[in-house]
C-alpha cells in the first residue's frame, strides 16, 4: 500500500514544506510517491532527488541568497512595507505591475527564471530520482492539466511555478505550460493515478480575508478570485486522507526572508495531526484502503490529464 504526499502551491509559504518533510521523517514516516505544484514542485524535486529531507533548509538557503534568486526581484510583489508610506508605494507598483503586463509576457526574464533552476537542478532527469515524484502544470493552448514524470527536472519544475504574468511560460512542443496552482493547486489526484492509496496533502491556503468594502471594480474581482479558488481547493481537498495545513496567514507570497520560521510552521502542523497521519500510514487502514467500497479515482475530475516529457 503505498503513501503519497501531494505538497500544494502558496509561494514564500511553501518553504514551511521543509518543515512537514523534517516532521514526518523524524517520526519514520517516508512517502512512496510525492506531487507537487508550483512551489511544491521545487521542494518535492530537492527531496525526492536527495531522497531524505537533511539538508534541505540549507540548499534552500543558499538558493535564496544566490545571486540567480536575487536577480528575480521577488521582493517586489511583497506589499507589505515597514510603514504606511513603504506600503501605498508598493501597492503602487502593484498597480504599476498590472499595466505593464499590456506590454509584456512576464515580469520575470526567461533569462533569469532559467539560470535559478538549472543551479537548482543541473541536467538532472525524473530517472535520477531517489522517490518518485510527479508535478503537473495548465497547458494554456489546450486547456489540460498536464503531467510531469519524465525528461528534465529543471523544465518540469519551470512549467509548474510559471506563475501567469511574473514568470514566463515554459513553451515546449506547441503548447504553453503555466503554473500548475491555475488548475490544481494541490496534486491530490495525479498520485491516486500514479498508484498512491493514502495521501498526505500540504495545503498553504487559509480562509481570505478582507476589511471594509471593495471600492473598485479591480478589488472587487480580486476577492470574488480569492474565494473562487478557496472553494476550488476545498473540493480538490476532499480526496485526501489527511491535510495538513500550516498556520502561513500573515505571511505574502512573495516575502521569503523568513526562512526558519516557515519551516517552524511546517513542524508545528505535522506535530499537530501526527496521530492522524500515523492512523492512515498504518496497516489496518492500509488493508481497509485495498478494499474500499467506492473508489475515489477521477472524483471531481474537471479536465483530463496528460502525461508530457521535458527533454
Known amino acids: 500500500m503505498k503513501l503519497g504526499i501531494a505538497l500544494g502551491g502558496g509561494g514564500a509559504k511553501g518553504l514551511a514544506h521543509i518543515g512537514v518533510l523534517e516532521a514526518l521523517e523524524e517520526n519514520g514516516i517516508k512517502p512512496d510517491y510525492v506531487a507537487g505544484t508550483s512551489v511544491g514542485a521545487i521542494i518535492g524535486a530537492l527531496y525526492c532527488l536527495q531522497g531524505n529531507a537533511q539538508g534541505l533548509m540549507e540548499i534552500t538557503r543558499d538558493i535564496l541568497e544566490s545571486?540567480?534568486?536575487?536577480?528575480?526581484?521577488?521582493?517586489?510583489?511583497?506589499?507589505t512595507g515597514a510603514t504606511t508610506f513603504e506600503t501605498f508605494k508598493k501597492k503602487l507598483f502593484e498597480k504599476y505591475y498590472y499595466g505593464t503586463l499590456f506590454f509584456k509576457k512576464s515580469v520575470v526574464k526567461i533569462e533569469a527564471t532559467e539560470k535559478l533552476l538549472s543551479r537548482l537542478f543541473g541536467d538532472k532527469k525524473f530517472s535520477d530520482l531517489k522517490i518518485p515524484f510527479i508535478c503537473n502544470s495548465l497547458d494554456i493552448n489546450s486547456g489540460d492539466e498536464i503531467i510531469f514524470s519524465s525528461g528534465l527536472l529543471y523544465k518540469a519544475v519551470w512549467a509548474s511555478c510559471a506563475i501567469p504574468g511574473i514568470f514566463p511560460a515554459l513553451n515546449e512542443d506547441e503548447k504553453i505550460f503555466v503554473d500548475g496552482g491555475t488548475i490544481n493547486n494541490i496534486p491530490i489526484e495525479p498520485l491516486i493515478d500514479a498508484g498512491a492509496k493514502s495521501i498526505i496533502a500540504v495545503y498553504l491556503g487559509e480562509t481570505p480575508e478582507f476589511q471594509g468594502e471593495p471600492d473598485t471594480g479591480f478589488q472587487i474581482s480580486q476577492r470574488a478570485l480569492a474565494f473562487m479558488k478557496f472553494h476550488l481547493d476545498q473540493r480538490i481537498l476532499k480526496l485526501a486522507d489527511c491535510v495538513v495545513n500550516p498556520e502561513t496567514r500573515g505571511?505574502?507570497?512573495?516575502?521569503?526572508?523568513?526562512?526558519?520560521?516557515?519551516?517552524?510552521?511546517?513542524?508545528?502542523?505535522?506535530?499537530?495531526?501526527?496521530?492522524?497521519i500515523k492512523r492512515i500510514n498504518g496497516l489496518w487502514y492500509k488493508i481497509k484502503k485495498f478494499f474500499p467500497k467506492t473508489s475515489k479515482k477521477g472524483a471531481g475530475k474537471s479536465s483530463p490529464l496528460t502525461n508530457f516529457s521535458t527533454l
Open 67 to 79: 545571486p540567480e534568486f536575487k536577480k528575480l526581484d521577488i521582493e517586489k510583489f511583497y506589499t
Open 251 to 276: 505571511h505574502h507570497w512573495a516575502d521569503f526572508t523568513d526562512l526558519e520560521g516557515l519551516i517552524q510552521k511546517g513542524r508545528e502542523a505535522v506535530f499537530k495531526n501526527i496521530k492522524e
